[in-house]
């Protein structure tokens, strides 16, 4: 809401003339990779309790989230002091930043990027995760009590058989991820987190190449945000819960269950399909990971 201020000295009948309030000023504590932080422009797309999506000019979105969420590709955590992001910005307003400080909307809400910690995603330190950790990390995802919304979505089913892609050839593969494309419910379909995590896990396992060509199609077929998730995740640009997940699996054992349940509260079954979806690609691209009795896609 404006405020009404003195008479304007370059036309004094102009008294009362509304001046705009004061703008809040709020600081991003860290930054991902996927765009030009420093200078870019957009448009509002959506706006959540604790999320706020940009649609760049470019078509790239990038996101601004709460502090409590973890980093991620194109993504800024900014601290609001607690006030939801519906306080700062709706949908449609303009969205600009020069030099590092963002301004959102007529209202000219800041957000100052300037002395943000630029974040990038970590590979696993190993191509090949211990054939123990991967079997004790399926043990985990199957034991999930969300395992059973997830598969009864229609389509969905063949998540839950991640050992199952250990018997895949290239050419099997491409036509049962195709099926999973758009699936599920979300912003970003559950289908489209499984593809996600058996993405990043081929790129950690040098075998990028197999969907390289496939992807790019994929992202046309569903929603705006999914679309960044599948064209990031097949260079391993996937958020921070997976990058530590995946290092997890070449550590201890006992360290998978915290790795994993960070990874669990990303959404309501994203988190879950990403577990599956990694355990899939890893089973792909190195057979001997899988037990005999998960080899088989019969449902």
Known sequence: MCEYGPARWDNPRRAGSPVPGAQARYPALS????????????????????????????????????????????TIRVDLGGAPFHAIAAPGQTAACRAGILRLGHAGNIIDLRQAEAWHPKPPPSSVPGKEAWQSLYAIALS?????????????????????????????????????????PGLTPAGDDFIAGLAAALHWSAQASALARHIPGWALRTTDVSRWLLLDSNSGQIAEPVCDLGAALYGQVDQLPLAADAVMKLGHLSGLAMILGMLA???????????PNDIGLAA
């Open 144 to 184: 999930s009590p969300r395992l059973g919304v997830l598969t009864e979505w229609p389509g969905l089913k063949i998540c839950a058989k991640a050992g199952a892609f250990a018997g895949l050839s290239a050419a099997e593969l491409i036509p049962v991820l195709a099926s999973l494309v758009g699936r599920g």
């Open 281 to 291: 690609g890893y089973a792909f691209a190195w057979t001997g990971l899988a037990a």
């Open 31 to 74: 930054v991902g990779p996927g765009f030009d932080a420093t200078r870019f422009e957009g448009t509002v797309h959506s706006v959540f309790a604790r999320a706020l999506n940009i649609q760049l000019d470019g078509s790239r979105l990038a996101a601004l989230v709460a502090p409590d969420l973890p980093n991620a590709p194109a």
